[in-house]
C-alpha cells in the first residue's frame, strides 16, 4: 500500500510512524485513519521492530517552519456535501479501531507530540503507552466548542490519569494543556525543547527496544487489561454520542462557523 498521509521509517528497533499532512497540521481523515491501521497491523508480527513512535510533522509556510501533531479531525473535509446516518457512524468506527488498535497493539507506542494535540490528534496520543511533549507543545479536547463529543477511550483514560474533577473541567471547557502543566498533572511523561525532543524520544524508545520483546508485550497486554476492563462499552457509548452530536443543527453550525471564520451560535437542538 502506497501512503499518503503518513510516514514512517524503521532504525535501532524503533518504528517512527509519522503524520504527513502538514499543510492541514495533520487533521485526520478517513485516508489517514486507514494507512495508520494498515502500517501497523503488516508490521505487527514484525521481530525488527520494538517500539513505535507516533510523531507529526513540519508546514513551512511562508519560510517559517511550524510543528504539528495532529490538528483534530479534517474540519474542512466535514463541511463538505452531506454525509447519511450510516456514513457518519462507519467514520466514527473506523477512528475508534485506529484508537483501539494503538491501546491494544503488541508493542509499547510512544506519542511524541510535537506540536499541537487537539480532538482525535489528543485521542490517539492517549491511546498510546505514553505521551511525551516538546516545551513547545499543547493538548486539547475542543469537542463541546465544535458541537461534538470526546472518542477514542478519552472518557475513561483521562479521569483515571488526572482525577474525575480534572477530567471534567478539561473537557468541559476545552481548554488548552501546555506541555509543562500536562506533565505535571501525569499526562505526559515529560517534555523537552523542540531541538533535542526526537533525540530524547529516540533514546527513551531505543532503551525500551533493548528488552526482551515477550516480556514487554506481556506487561503491556496485562497492565492494559487491569487498567481498562470494559473499553469496548466506553467506545459504544462515546461513539452513540459522538453520532447523536453529528445529528444536531449545533453540530452543522460548528462545522458551518468553523469554515466561516466566526464564533458559532449553538441552540441546543
Request: charged share 25%.
Amino acid at each position: 500500500m502506497d501512503y499518503s498521509t503518513i510516514k514512517y521509517e524503521i532504525r535501532d528497533g524503533v518504528m517512527v510512524l509519522r503524520l504527513n499532512r502538514p499543510e492541514r497540521m495533520n487533521a485526520v481523515n478517513e485516508a489517514m485513519y486507514s494507512e495508520i491501521t494498515d502500517l501497523l497491523q503488516r508490521h505487527r508480527e514484525d521481530p525488527d521492530i520494538r517500539v513505535v513512535v507516533l510523531t507529526g510533522s513540519v508546514r513551512i509556510k511562508e519560510g517559517l517552519e511550524k510543528q504539528a501533531f495532529c490538528a483534530g479531525a479534517d474540519l474542512k473535509k466535514h463541511s463538505e456535501g452531506e454525509r447519511t446516518h450510516a456514513q457518519k457512524r462507519k467514520y466514527i468506527e473506523q477512528a475508534h479501531e485506529t484508537t483501539r488498535l494503538l491501546y491494544r497493539y503488541p508493542k509499547p507506542i510512544i506519542a511524541a507530540v510535537n506540536g499541537p494535540a487537539r480532538g482525535a490528534g489528543a485521542e490517539m496520543a492517549f491511546s498510546c503507552d505514553f505521551i511525551t511533549m516538546s516545551d513547545e507543545a499543547s493538548i486539547a479536547f475542543p469537542e463541546t466548542g465544535l458541537g461534538t463529543f470526546v472518542g477514542g477511550g478519552v472518557t475513561l483514560h483521562l479521569p483515571r490519569i488526572v482525577g474525575l474533577m480534572k477530567a471534567k473541567e478539561l473537557i468541559y471547557t476545552g481548554r488548552v494543556l501546555h506541555a509543562a502543566e500536562a506533565v505535571e498533572l501525569g499526562i505526559a511523561l515529560y517534555s523537552y525543547p523542540m531541538g533535542m525532543f526526537m533525540d530524547k524520544v529516540m533514546e527513551f524508545a531505543v532503551e525500551i527496544a533493548g528488552k526482551a520483546p515477550i516480556p514487554t508485550a506481556m506487561a503491556k497486554k496485562y497492565l492494559q487489561g487491569a487498567y481498562l476492563f470494559d473499553l469496548e462499552t466506553v467506545l459504544q457509548l462515546e461513539a452513540d454520542a459522538i453520532l447523536a452530536c453529528m445529528d444536531t443543527d449545533d453540530w452543522q453550525e460548528g462545522i458551518d462557523a468553523f469554515a466561516e471564520k466566526r464564533k458559532p451560535v449553538y441552540r441546543g437542538r
